[in-house]
């Protein structure tokens, strides 16, 4: 049977993944969860560790994972969300951050131009290298000589095989997001990689753009998109931008892949967002999406189109959260969304 | 004698830098200009160096330097650009980036909600050190084996300072962006420097966002905004956002600073454009724009308003290039400015 590991963790977590896990069970799959609710912030205060060698034996022996949010506002130092989040990224060796990003809506686009608004595009984010290497440290600390630095470190290992999934999920085309006129040791290795992943994929259009030009045309137009590559960095900030063209964080799903283990972590792009949680208004779409995520994950494509058409029924029909000018609660939204699955 | 050092550059570097000249002379100011025309891709192709000591030495005994665009299409290894303007921004010791962004015109705004379209604000980037160090290499290089590192810098005395000048062009606001929760120990520096700087300042509205939430956040209701500090990347990143946000990079002027010595070189922030090179279209904004911040910068106030006035004017009348919807050339435009320079 398969089993999915999940995390509900902080703040509208737990709101969310209900709904989404409602989904889930709605589809009929057989799918056992396991659900290990301890991993939030209260466990962090309480032992000093969020996730420990046993949760993560637990989740390595599930099929996949679902992670509602983590993060609490009495941790201002951010270690506790590094602590979840990054290692599981690390530890499983989750080396693609796969973040699509499509308009359900035409009402939700914040662009003016009508023939821009359709985005329907996915970041490719490295997930386990770059800024996020956590090599680095600082000397002289405290006087007015500090010294800090951060390595941005790039594998030929790392960099190839993300961009080879990129290709593999293409429809139309790739387009390789770095900053190799600046940044130029990673830079380079990137751009050899990307050189001989377009050879291999000579039926893939394939482009090239600077991240700032690329956060530009985003912002402009969206719809030349299709799939964009890029280090775990620019994928941060460009997925939060492909988010707002799409209509919120809301409405964000991602998947956390190891395409060559199958190992597999998904989670909306949304945080634990403390200054709505306990008001019932958290919008459940990026959660369900993520199911959506993962049912395809499990070869059930067909069901994934269900989950995806019900969501998009319900945006169309106005039955939302307030987050996109609704007036429903998570639990309403979620209701929805069933009715829907469950119309013939 | 104030002495203006001019660097034409490739491009439509030289075709925007003409109208710009003649907005500075029509000013009256009595400023004498020193045109380094061999500073360019040709130069740099016959010798291998566009910029040489000599000319750093004839900028440093000019006032300020005013660029076009430094880049060309042969040549694709980016160090000649790289050359240019790091060369220029580190041997200066240009701190600052300043970039403003303003929506001269509703008609520019990419964006649907008319509430959300009125983008005033001032991108400060830090200008010398994070990945732009140069620090860092590779080895194994060519191997499966390949590393490459680029290593993100940040010192105290170049986060202290960028973020001293950053509250003191503030109007309102400032918000700190980084990436503390992730990229940590420069994260760590730029946050204890925010403290402090912060306490200095308690007249000014202080905030801090995470850079995948800012730029979320800019493309969702950019009029949130006053001044956003950050580093030298983000910054990077950022302000082709905010340019996108404000009418696109034809208008995108910015100044690169050190406030403590008065070192000061201004340049649009579009490139040299290849493709539209010598087709006479291109826009003189950014370039004319730079040169009200130039002018600003030698204490001219209100002669620096009376340029924006008049840039303001022709997009109102839209007298403007094809990038902004308008029918003009270069040159008309340049007229167009000229003219409404003159009116009363
Ligand atoms: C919380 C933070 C460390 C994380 C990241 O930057 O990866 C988040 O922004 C994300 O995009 O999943
Ligand atoms: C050309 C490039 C190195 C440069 C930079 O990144 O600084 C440019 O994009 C800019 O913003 O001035």
Not at 6 to 25: F, T, Y
Not at 104 to 120: C, E
Not at 302 to 310: F, G, Y
């Amino acid at each position: 049977m398969t089993t999915i590991a999940v995390i509900p963790g902080d703040g509208i977590g737990p709101e969310v993944i209900g709904p989404a896990l409602d989904v889930l069970d709605a589809l009929g799959l057989g799918v056992r969860t396991d659900v290990l609710d301890h991993v939030n912030a209260e466990t962090y205060l309480r032992t000093g560790t969020a996730l420990t060698g046993a949760d993560l034996d637990r989740i390595r022996s599930s099929e996949a994972a679902l992670l509602g949010a983590v993060g609490d506002p009495r941790l201002s130092d951010t270690a506790y969300v590094r602590g979840v989040l990054t290692t599981l990224r690390l530890e499983l060796d989750l080396y693609v951050n796969y973040r699509p990003a499509r308009l359900w809506h035409d009402r939700l686009s914040p662009l003016r131009d009508p023939a821009r608004r359709a985005i329907d595009c996915v970041i490719v984010r490295e997930n386990t290298e770059g800024l996020y290497s956590g090599i680095g440290g600082g000397t002289r600390t405290g006087t007015p000589h500090e010294i800090a630095i951060d390595v941005d470190l790039s594998t030929r290992q790392g960099v190839a095989r993300v961009l080879e999934f990129a290709f593999s999920v293409a429809r139309r085309s790739v387009c390789l997001v770095d900053k190799a006129n600046a940044v130029r040791n990673g830079g380079q290795l990137w751009q050899r990689c990307w050189s001989e992943a377009v050879a291999r994929h000579p039926d893939v259009e394939a482009s090239h753009l600077y991240v700032d030009t690329a956060a530009l045309r985003l912002a402009t137009d969206p719809t030349a998109f299709d799939v964009i590559v890029t280090n775990n960095s620019y994928g941060d900030i460009l997925s939060d931008l492909t988010a707002a063209l799409a209509g919120g964080l809301g409405v964000a799903a991602s998947a956390n892949l190891n395409p060559v283990t199958g190992r597999a972590l998904f989670e909306p792009v949304h945080g634990s967002a403390p200054d709505i949680a306990g008001t019932g208004v958290a919008n459940p779409f990026g959660a369900i999406l993520s199911v959506a995520l993962l049912v395809e994950h499990l070869g059930r494509t067909e069901e994934a189109d269900a989950v995806r058409r019900a969501v998009a029924a319900a945006v169309a029909a106005g039955r939302v959260t307030p987050d996109l000018g609704g007036t429903l609660s998570t639990k309403e939204v979620g209701t929805v969304v069933l009715t829907e699955l469950r119309r013939p």
